[in-house]
């Protein structure tokens, strides 16, 4: 492993847990930026310039304004409702992350890595196949995800009813909850 590839490599497990341990959101979305554009660096020096590319278009750029934009709203309804609607939820949300985790480390399992075509740096013309036929289900089952991820911290937002509607005795009620 060259000095280059090993800075790459602590690089990418240092945005990684930046990501992860990052109280806040927004820092931890730049931090997921950083490894994107990272990965982004990589994949142009092992001369794959279209994924390059793509990792910048689409993930740096559009799925990352997504998350900032789930994260915008969960934001909103903190302020509007007045306590963190996650705090109940994080010990479910622990055990399904580790659900997801074995089910896509069982996936990992047997499958075979080696690619035996030549993917031509990258090319569009070399990946279209591959992508949509051997991997078409690793594809499907990401988007997938993202649409749910993005669903559900929709309606995590959503309040059972707004602050303005409770009465006296259960705004304070409400406050002793978050307390």
Request: glycine fraction near 8%; charge should be negative; avoid cysteine.
């Amino acid at each position: 492993m060259s000095p280059l590839e090993a800075l790459a490599l602590l690089a990418l497990l240092f945005t990684g847990v930046l990501v992860v341990t990052l109280k806040n959101a927004i820092h931890a979305a730049l931090a997921l930026i950083g490894n994107f554009l990272i990965l982004a660096g990589i994949y142009v020096a092992l001369e794959a310039r279209f994924l390059g590319f793509i990792q910048i278009i689409a993930y740096a750029g559009a799925i990352v304004v997504l998350f900032l934009f789930v994260i915008m709203l969960l934001y909103a309804a903190q302020g509007e409702v007045g306590f963190d609607p996650l705090a109940r939820s994080r010990p479910l949300a622990l055990l399904l992350s580790l659900g997801v985790a074995l089910v896509l480390l069982s996936g990992l399992w047997g499958l075979n890595l080696a690619f035996t075509q030549d993917l031509k740096g990258g090319l569009p013309q070399a990946l279209g196949p591959l992508l949509y036929g051997d991997w078409l289900g690793v594809l499907l089952a990401v988007g997938f995800l993202l649409m749910v991820a993005t669903v559900v911290a929709v309606a995590l937002v959503q309040p059972t009813r707004p602050l303005d509607a409770l009465s006296p005795e259960e705004r304070k009620e409400e406050k002793e909850v978050v307390r």
